[in-house]
């Protein structure tokens, strides 16, 4: 964030020296406190130059994540909850991360600070929610919420995970954990078609029915392919899709999570584990990730790597890079997407840390 405050507003510091006096040390000391010291004393006399009108904040709004370059502040978004982590607490501060997506296909992770970790707890942030933010900051890759950032919770259609639907019309993303079967039936002297396979998420496993004009959208689906259905009926304990519900097939920006232990070899899905071990084996790179119930292999391949450490220099080797990366991650959670391998070690595509 340092850069973008390399030239302050002329004569800042002096207006902030007269109107606050000798509390300005205090203020500018606060402020980089509730940062976490994550900024400079420049940022804070930038910051306390919005809050005291001396400075006209800058605001951009953004609909997609790739919008963001370099360190922002001001900046305002919608997106869908992906994935909640643990709140961590330490001594000073207490901080919430999410997976977000924005629907073009881009993730971020937020960072919630304090009273906004309260806040999401008490309202029940979960995975399908939109986030409204305004005025959040940009640094190092990830949004920050912090004491400046107005923070809203849309509820309104969310995505529900399978372990929370009951009776009645849902919206849920989807995994199709197994080949789907068309069958035709004859209703009113009129022959009509159906189908079901099994789908999933990380909290539970259903059977799917489609339905006459459904089955043609979801017979397009393969095992392993991610299904977005709105307007679907939960009844007696299976998932249906009718000519009324909207099913999309691998929409962008959706990730769903499954259970390491149900999935089958070669097939695509996303679990979350926290890595214990990271190392190099003929030329490639591995990590050991620890489920709640095994120990996960995982092969890193090229295209996770340059996800994780961005454009680099000609003359710096992606593997020697790429393993420091890996070691410093031991001890976080992590989401893994890609497919399993036939030889039980996990092909990660894409790894995004928590």
């Given at each position: 964030?340092?850069?973008?405050?390399?030239?302050?507003?002329?004569?800042?510091?002096?207006?902030?020296?007269?109107?606050?006096?000798?509390?300005?040390?205090?203020?500018?000391?606060?402020?980089?406190?509730?940062?976490?010291?994550?900024?400079?004393?420049?940022?804070?006399?930038?910051?306390?130059?919005?809050?005291?009108?001396?400075?006209?904040?800058?605001?951009?709004?953004?609909?997609?994540?790739?919008?963001?370059?370099?360190?922002?502040?001001?900046?305002?978004?919608?997106?869908?909850?992906?994935?909640?982590?643990?709140?961590?607490?330490?001594?000073?501060?207490?901080?919430?991360?999410?997976?977000?997506?924005?629907?073009?296909?881009?993730?971020?992770?937020?960072?919630?600070?304090?009273?906004?970790?309260?806040?999401?707890?008490?309202?029940?942030?979960?995975?399908?929610?939109?986030?409204?933010?305004?005025?959040?900051?940009?640094?190092?890759?990830?949004?920050?919420?912090?004491?400046?950032?107005?923070?809203?919770?849309?509820?309104?259609?969310?995505?529900?995970?399978?372990?929370?639907?009951?009776?009645?019309?849902?919206?849920?993303?989807?995994?199709?954990?197994?080949?789907?079967?068309?069958?035709?039936?004859?209703?009113?002297?009129?022959?009509?078609?159906?189908?079901?396979?099994?789908?999933?998420?990380?909290?539970?496993?259903?059977?799917?029915?489609?339905?006459?004009?459904?089955?043609?959208?979801?017979?397009?689906?393969?095992?392993?392919?991610?299904l977005r259905i709105r307007?679907?009926?939960?009844?007696?304990?299976?998932?249906?899709?009718?000519?009324?519900?909207?099913?999309?097939?691998?929409?962008?920006?959706?990730?769903?999570?499954?259970?390491?232990?149900?999935?089958?070899?070669?097939?695509?899905?996303?679990?979350?584990?926290?890595?214990?071990s990271a190392f190099e084996?003929?030329?490639?790179?591995?990590?050991?990730?620890?489920?709640?119930?095994?120990?996960?292999?995982?092969?890193?391949?090229?295209?996770?790597?340059?996800?994780?450490?961005?454009?680099?220099?000609?003359?710096?080797?992606?593997?020697?890079?790429?393993?420091?990366?890996?070691?410093?991650?031991?001890?976080?959670?992590?989401?893994?997407?890609?497919?399993?391998?036939?030889?039980?070690?996990?092909?990660?595509?894409?790894?995004?840390?928590?």
């Open positions: 964030m340092t850069n973008q405050f390399a030239k302050l507003p002329e004569g800042l510091e002096s207006a902030l020296r007269e109107r606050l006096g000798a509390a300005l040390d205090t203020e500018l000391a606060k402020v980089m406190s509730d940062y976490a010291d994550m900024i400079d004393r420049k940022a804070a006399l930038y910051i306390l130059g919005i809050e005291h009108g001396i400075v006209q904040k800058r605001k951009k709004s953004i609909e997609l994540f790739s919008e963001l370059s370099g360190d922002e502040q001001g900046v305002s978004f919608r997106a869908l909850v992906q994935k909640v982590f643990v709140p961590l607490e330490s001594r000073q501060h207490r901080t919430l991360r999410a997976l977000l997506s924005d629907g073009g296909g881009g993730e971020k992770v937020i960072v919630l600070w304090d009273a906004h970790v309260d806040s999401a707890l008490s309202s029940g942030l979960e995975q399908g929610d939109t986030l409204i933010v305004e005025n959040a900051y940009y640094r190092n890759g990830e949004l920050h919420a912090g004491q400046y950032t107005a923070v809203s919770i849309d509820k309104k259609n969310k995505i529900m995970p399978l372990s929370k639907i009951t009776d009645g019309r849902c919206n849920v993303a989807v995994r199709l954990a197994s080949p789907i079967g068309i069958r035709t039936y004859i209703r009113n002297n009129e022959q009509k078609q159906m189908c079901s396979a099994f789908v999933a998420d990380d909290t539970g496993r259903v059977r799917m029915v489609g339905w006459d004009g459904a089955v043609a959208r979801l017979s397009s689906a393969a095992v392993g392919d991610v307007g679907a009926l939960f009844r007696n304990g299976e998932l249906h899709v009718n000519d009324f519900s909207q099913v999309e097939v691998n929409p962008q920006g959706c990730i769903v999570l499954n259970r390491i232990e149900e999935v089958f070899d070669g097939m695509k899905c996303a679990f979350i584990g926290k890595i214990i084996n003929g030329g490639w790179l591995y990590v050991v990730s620890r489920t709640d119930n095994k120990d996960i292999k995982v092969l890193v391949g090229s295209g996770a790597l340059r996800g994780l450490l961005g454009v680099l220099s000609p003359d710096i080797d992606i593997n020697v890079a790429g393993l420091l990366k890996l070691k410093s991650l031991v001890g976080r959670e992590c989401i893994f997407e890609g497919k399993m391998g036939g030889n039980g070690i996990f092909e990660c595509a894409s790894l995004i840390v928590e």
